[in-house]
């Protein structure tokens, strides 16, 4: 059995509030030994790091997520710097822009991101980036800010996009929608990429595979992404899951 990492999953949320632990049992199971759970506000906290605590080989990353805007105060950002003091984490996040969603303050968003890339900087931590229809300016906002690492999870950009990301030493997040054939653009950046900036992921208990459809999705179903990704390479499922749960562990520190 493949070594896997599913590099994001919201294993908190209330979807998975009546089977958590069934849900962490079966991606046991299915080779995905170590989960990355990122936060979306600050009262996430708390629960991120008890299921840190309780189940081992799950990771916590702590941050104000731009679709959660409503729920941020800037006070929150001061008391995320003293959560860190005494919370560890592997990453800060999820953190970023979403130009998608209507009603979003643009430049609220703006401020939050940018206050948390200073900060991750500040703690030399990985950050979580979440970059829907704003990928060209959480691209430029990256580059603004020397010395970050970290990975744009559910990339859905275009190749010059994917390839400024990578050449910044960017990772991006691969899920559930590139096993769908009509995800021409991001199964061709998936199938000729460096597999350096790889990561699997879930996005859990959204955007499932196209075999499961209108489904919750869980974290064990990183094994499906797994086998096609290595189909779209032409390479062994074990040189991809390898691959990419180095470049997990070396991101993110596990080891």
């Known amino acids: 059995m493949h070594t896997l990492v599913d590099s994001h999953v919201h294993l908190d949320l209330p979807p998975f509030d009546a089977d958590r632990a069934a849900v962490i049992e079966r991606a046991h199971r299915a080779g995905i030994q170590r989960m990355v759970v990122p936060a979306v506000d600050l009262d996430s906290w708390p629960g991120i790091a008890s299921l840190a605590v309780d189940h081992p080989g799950v990771h916590p990353a702590y941050g104000l997520h ?23 984490a592997v990453a800060l ?113 959204d955007q499932p595979d196209a075999a499961h459809r209108g489904q919750r999705n869980e974290p064990a179903r990183v094994a499906d992404v797994l086998r096609c990704v290595a189909m779209l390479r032409g390479e062994s499922q074990e040189h991809v899951a390898e691959a990419t749960t180095a470049n997990a562990r070396r991101l993110f520190g596990f080891d």
């Open 66 to 88: 731009p679709l959660y805007l409503a729920r941020h105060q800037p006070a929150h950002l001061d008391r995320l710097k003293a959560w860190l003091n005494d919370n560890p």
């Open 93 to 205: 996040g999820e953190i970023g822009l979403d130009f998608h969603q209507a009603g979003l303050d643009r430049d609220l968003q703006r401020f939050y991101f940018t206050a948390q890339l200073q900060l991750a900087r500040e703690r030399t931590l990985p950050v979580i980036v979440h970059a829907r229809q704003a990928l060209e300016e959480v691209s430029l906002t990256l580059r603004r800010h020397d010395g970050l690492r970290g990975v744009v999870h559910s990339f859905s950009g275009s190749e010059q996009q994917a390839r400024r990301l990578w050449d910044s030493g960017f990772h991006l997040g691969i899920g559930g929608p590139v096993t769908y054939d009509r995800a021409q653009r991001l199964r061709r950046i998936v199938a000729t990429m460096p597999i350096e900036f790889l990561l699997l992921e879930s996005d859990a208990p």
